[in-house]
């Protein structure tokens, strides 16, 4: 049956015509419950979050007393509505007064394994902070690969942003972090983006270098935000590197890429729930333009339509 559904979803494109054509049978008999379930399971919103879900849809239906199509889905909309949740979306832009009474800049950190998006991610935001008039300064900390400084600054130019980097390869990247941080309080910056390397070696590994980069940033401003680059085609694969980037460095809101590659949205539901932080941004292509703040309602909508 999965096999059987999974076909269908390619076919249909959308989680939301698949679920419309099994609600359209009229009343909903035990088999479509479950084709429901497996659909939302297919589109990645998690076995937890799935459950929850039917269990609502199915009592909240029964109370109803109703299988109709159009009401059943309007209350999944809901339902879905409700899981992902209120939360403080805005990443911090503004310099904070320091100890020492200076302003420092707003300090953001952006990590996640390699090939997800994250130096693209940070050239798209860098794009998004210099519309609001922000000036921004971004540091190629990312040191194991020469080509990723390179790129960065190759977006830098782009976008219009000065880029601190190391020419030499294998650079302490804690290093050209906080050689970041200090010339965006020498430019007075609004906004300090920082690029890592993706690295997972062993846990303790990437708990050791991140932990570094925070530490010695700190030095010069306290670290606002670190923000987690999560593939959204990547599934339940991705969601497990997240958890080990969770574990090892306080995580303050999650971007999402690639959701123009995928039907299967859902993931949104499920990585929130399991990391417990918003997903702040989604990624819409590979564009300076194509990052979108992430609003509950539009994606939810596009989920069901
Ligand atoms: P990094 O290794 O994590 O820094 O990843 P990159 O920023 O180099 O991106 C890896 C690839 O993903 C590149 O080809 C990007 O153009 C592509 N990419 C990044 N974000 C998106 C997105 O939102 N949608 C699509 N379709 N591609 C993306």
Do not use: Y
Request: charged share 25%.
């Amino acid at each position: 049956r999965m096999q059987r559904l999974r076909a269908r979803l390619a076919r249909s494109g959308t989680v939301g015509q698949t679920l419309l054509s099994i609600l359209s049978r009229g009343d909903l008999t035990e088999s479509d419950w479950e084709e429901i379930e497996e659909t939302l399971l297919l589109a990645d919103v998690g076995i937890g979050p799935t459950t929850e879900l039917m269990d609502t849809l199915r009592t909240r239906s029964k109370v109803l007393g109703t299988t109709d199509p159009e009401v059943v889905r309007g209350v999944l909309r809901e339902e879905l509505l409700a899981l992902v949740g209120e939360s403080d979306r805005s990443i911090a832009t503004e310099p904070v007064v320091g100890d020492d009474g200076r302003p420092h800049p707003a300090t953001v950190l952006v990590v996640g394994v390699n090939g997800t998006g994250k130096t693209t991610t940070v050239a798209k935001l860098a794009r998004v902070l210099v519309a609001e008039d922000k000036s921004v300064v971004l540091g190629a900390a990312d040191t194991f690969r020469a080509a990723a400084a390179d790129q960065l600054s190759t977006w830098g130019a782009r976008v219009g942003v000065e880029v601190v980097r190391s020419d030499r390869e294998g650079a302490d990247p804690a290093a050209v972090a906080f050689d970041t941080v200090r010339r965006g309080r020498e430019e007075s910056a609004d906004v300090v983006l920082v690029d890592t390397a993706g690295r997972l070696q062993n846990k303790q590994g990437l708990m050791d270098e991140l932990g570094k980069i925070k530490r010695v940033m700190s030095r010069e401003a306290p670290v606002s935000e670190v923000l987690l680059v999560l593939d959204a085609t990547t599934g339940q694969n991705g969601m497990r590197q997240a958890q080990v980037f969770a574990d090892v460095v306080d995580i303050t809101g999650i971007v999402l890429t690639k959701l123009d590659g995928t039907a299967k949205g859902g993931i949104v539901v499920a990585v929130q729930r399991e990391l417990g932080v918003p997903v702040k941004f989604v990624g819409l292509g590979e564009g300076p333009d194509d990052l979108a703040p992430f609003v509950p309602e539009e994606f939810v909508d596009a989920l069901l339509s």
